[in-house]
């Protein structure tokens, strides 16, 4: 009796302790329900004010950003870290395309060639459009559509629907019910996964930032476009942001010395590389190597103005000819079967273009074309606020912060804080 009686008291004691430990747990998960209730509303306002980006500017230069001036904006464009960044994290998911495009190409060719089979089936934007073809009416090959589904699986990815039920739905011809669903072609996240890790890696020992230097001067080209082979417009261009120089006449001289220089120097390498072409020199030289150097510079200099009129005219022109040899040897105009064109040559110029000076200038280009002010387009919002929790039972009060952001730049998307 006395064991016994003396558990009751021992119980008795404890049973308030437990009470109030019991409320404690309660009343700390009213508070984390409702502090995550809080953040997850708080992140579902970021997301809204972060989607009434401006249209125009997405659209044409692939720049995520939004207009005001409330105070939980960050990250304008008019900082020059945030506008290369959102460059380059724009040029990212450009590169992948181009890269998937490249290899739809050598399996495109590979097929055509070596077994003879006239199907584009590795063409991902072309499967989206002909999958909308057939929904509008415009294209009644199911069958080959179907075919080339089954070449594109190892990197097209199909989202609304499941391929299958997308077969079933075209073979039955229910097309209101895929266009309900609004299926789309992706890039499968394997493809995606493995394209980063080679970005990684091939950042990590770009010393020289080639890549880097590579990507902006290819957004430059790409998304600014080129005017000396187009009809002038009241816009700046990528030729602006080699130069510098606003003036058309004053620009169109430049670039042409620019691209004289770029020619020059690869044709004088390639006389001194290409044993034909060192021979011919050699002899009109008569052995003499001060008169071989002078011969070469005269030589390299007129098939230098050769080129660069080539290139403005829009015929490509090769880095090294080989032995599709040089124009001063032949009678009259060569045609090169390949070789680069004039935006790829403006590439290169570009890359050698300081990283302050092109970001200065693709700030003005913007800003010209757009007329929108750099400094009020942000590409983030963070946000602040205080939650003050009271116990419904227990006489306590507790105050935490909120604090986190989202941001259309960094990997990530969250800035928490």
Request: proline share 3%; charged share 25%.
């Amino acid at each position: 009796m006395r064991e016994r009686g003396s558990v009751s008291v021992f119980f008795l004691i404890l049973l308030p302790f437990l009470l109030v430990l019991a409320l404690l747990i309660t009343e700390f998960g009213y508070f984390r329900f409702h502090f995550h209730r809080l953040r997850s509303e708080m992140y579902l306002y970021t997301d809204q004010v972060l989607s009434d980006f401006d249209r125009p500017l997405f659209l044409e230069l692939g720049l995520f950003a939004v207009e005001g001036v409330d105070r939980g904006f960050r990250d304008s464009l008019d900082d020059p870290a945030i506008l290369k960044d959102s460059i380059l994290r724009t040029m990212e998911g450009h590169m992948l395309l181009e890269g998937v495009y490249f290899a739809e190409n050598l399996v495109g060719e590979f097929l055509r060639e070596k077994m003879n089979i006239q199907l584009g089936v590795f063409d991902l934007s072309g499967l989206n459009r002909e999958l909308w073809s057939i929904l509008e009416g415009e294209s009644v090959d199911v069958a080959g559509f179907l075919m080339k589904l089954a070449g594109s699986a190892a990197y097209a990815k199909l989202e609304g629907v499941s391929l299958r039920e997308l077969e079933h739905l075209l073979l039955e011809g229910d097309l209101e019910a895929i266009k309900q669903l609004q299926p789309v072609f992706v890039i499968r996240e394997e493809v995606r996964q493995s394209y980063s890790t080679f970005l990684a890696y091939a950042k990590k020992y770009d010393f020289l930032n080639v890549l880097g230097s590579y990507q902006l001067a290819d957004y430059a080209v790409d998304y600014l476009g080129y005017s000396l082979t187009k009809a002038e417009r009241e816009t700046l261009h990528s030729e602006y942001i080699l130069t510098g120089v606003k003036d058309r006449t004053l620009r169109r001289t430049l670039i042409t010395a620019e691209l004289f220089g770029v020619r020059l120097l690869f044709n004088v390498a390639e006389i001194f590389i290409n044993p034909q072409l060192r021979e011919k020199v050699q002899a009109a030289s008569f052995g003499d190597p001060r008169l071989f150097l002078l011969e070469a510079l005269v030589l390299a200099s007129s098939e230098s103005g050769f080129d660069v009129s080539d290139i403005l005219a829009r015929r490509p022109v090769p880095l090294y000819k080989g032995e599709q040899g040089f124009q001063s040897f032949s009678l009259g105009r060569k045609d090169y079967k390949s070789g680069w064109g004039y935006p790829d040559y403006l590439k290169v110029m570009l890359m050698l273009v300081p990283e302050s000076w092109y970001l200065s200038r693709i700030k003005n280009a913007i800003e010209h074309n757009f007329e929108a002010d750099l400094s009020k387009m942000y590409t983030a919002w963070v946000f602040e606020e205080e939650m003050t929790f009271t116990g419904r039972v227990l006489p306590f009060e507790i105050i935490r912060e909120v604090k986190g952001g989202l941001s259309y730049v960094y990997a990530s998307g969250f800035i928490e804080r």
